[in-house]
């Protein structure tokens, strides 16, 4: 395996950004409608196969998403985070509510991660525990958790079974990743271990975990902004971790999301980061950025020269986020914030934040990619998630 990740690094970043072929269109008004009136939703991912397709189910594609009570300013979601389990069809989204049952998780919360149906029927969902359980206010460990759950369809209803055992599956090495065990912090303040990306490689059949990952910096970077995408394997004990994919080194402080689709052979990394997470903040857009590869353990290089795929326009800067793309290269994301021309949303009161707040799934848009070069296509609709 290369040993030697890639480096995201302030010479690509002065790429040119890719002008209309990586900038999503505006979302306009009226707003997509909310799939849950009174739930926050953000980021959100499909149950997969084993081959990477979404799992059907009673012909309703079977999802999981982030939901939190829709109070308070927005940003607060994250410490009432919980795992939401969503159906869709042709006429749309259906709430199925929490995937598990109250305090299974090891932690206080739970964030973003990804979900895989196996041959028998059970369900691997792997996700972020965040702070610990039963804690007084929420604190900022991260821990990789597995819950292998069944499928139940009795009585008409589709659920996850509550029962399921929730088990610590990874955490940082505090060697290679650096610890994400802080008691104090917020989003975009904190060192990172979430975000677990479950991928099966065609090329050797192992299962592997992508995870947003910090590490220690090089002799002539910034050390606080060493985001990381860290690669994980299956072993027949559990996961072992190995070198990092990709490093952003000086540049970035926060990869969330990482992912890979393979398309017409070659390996396509993606994450997403907030334009504060760069350095200097705002140095680069809110946007979904990219590396391809001959295989998964590189040499990788950045799409676009930038490593940019997708960006917000630049009139509605944080309309979308939390970009995943999927294996026929449809794009999901939730709606963020619109622009009201006051203070940004991250420090404006929180009425004020909560008007400008989708809390929503964004309309799908969907990319061509070639080789190195991606476009973005016009929304596939102008429904919600459609």
Request: with cysteine.
């Amino acid at each position: 395996m290369n040993g030697e990740p890639a480096r995201w690094t302030r010479r690509h970043l002065a790429a040119p950004a890719g002008g209309a072929a990586t900038t999503a269109p505006v979302i306009g008004l009226p707003a997509p409608p909310r799939v849950l009136p009174h739930d926050d939703i953000w980021d959100l991912w499909p149950i997969q196969e084993e081959d990477g397709s979404t799992s059907v189910v009673r012909g309703r594609e079977l999802w999981i998403a982030l939901s939190a009570p829709a109070l308070g300013h927005p940003e607060e979601r994250h410490d009432r985070a919980r795992l939401r389990l969503l159906a869709r069809d042709a006429d749309g989204w259906t709430d199925l509510g929490h995937a598990f049952a109250d305090g299974a998780s090891p932690g206080s919360r739970e964030w973003s991660g990804s979900a895989v149906r196996r041959p028998d029927g059970t369900v691997s969902v792997f996700y972020t525990a965040a702070g610990r359980r039963g804690e007084a206010r929420p604190t900022f460990a991260q821990t990789v958790v597995e819950a292998r759950a069944r499928l139940l369809t009795d009585g008409g209803r589709i659920q996850l079974d509550q029962a399921a055992e929730h088990r610590e599956v990874l955490r940082s090495d505090g060697v290679t990743y650096l610890p994400a065990d802080e008691v104090e912090g917020g989003p975009g303040r904190i060192k990172a271990f979430r975000d677990p990306g479950w991928f099966r490689d065609p090329a050797d059949g192992r299962e592997y975990l992508l995870v947003a990952a910090s590490v220690t910096a090089s002799a002539d970077a910034d050390h606080a902004f060493m985001g990381a995408v860290a690669l994980a394997a299956a072993t027949p004990g559990g996961w072992s971790l190995r070198p990092p994919l990709l490093v952003a080194d000086g540049v970035n402080h926060e990869i969330e999301r990482p992912h890979i689709v393979v398309h017409r052979s070659s390996y396509y990394l993606f994450f997403c980061t907030h334009r504060h997470s760069f350095h200097p903040p705002g140095s680069a857009p809110s946007g979904l950025y990219g590396f391809v590869a001959p295989g998964l353990t590189g040499p990788y290089t950045p799409l676009n020269g930038s490593g940019l795929v997708l960006r917000n326009p630049v009139e509605e800067p944080d309309q979308a986020y939390a970009w995943l793309v999927l294996p026929d290269l449809k794009v999901v994301s939730f709606l963020n914030y619109r622009s009201t021309g006051g203070p940004d949303p991250w420090t404006a009161e929180p009425a004020e934040a909560r008007a400008a707040f989708g809390g929503t799934i964004a309309p799908v848009l969907e990319l061509t990619l070639h080789e190195d070069a991606t476009s973005v296509v016009v929304p596939v609709s102008t429904g919600a998630g459609r």
